[in-house]
């Protein structure tokens, strides 16, 4: 699939790390599974792993954190 970004890019699997932001706090979820362009690096997520990684985020939020770094482990 060619990037919807760049146009030029073709999307390959790899990790990044995804940064979350609500109202002054900051989680970072680090080793996300993504499809990744390798031109201009825009990344998408497939749903599945995009859900759980606001779940994830909503958890930290929840105990009132103001800022987090969390790896994500996905089967």
């Known amino acids: 699939m060619d990037c919807v970004i760049c146009k030029n890019g073709k999307f390959y699997k790899g990790k990044v ?27 998408f997520l497939d749903e599945d792993i995009a859900r759980e990684v606001l779940k994830r985020g909503q958890e930290s939020l929840s105990k009132g954190t103001e800022l987090e770094v969390i790896k994500l482990r996905v089967a």
Do not use: F, M, Q, S
């Open 17 to 43: 790390t995804v940064t979350l932001e609500n109202n002054g706090a900051i989680i970072l979820v680090k080793d996300v599974p993504a499809h990744i362009c390798d031109v201009c690096e825009h990344y």
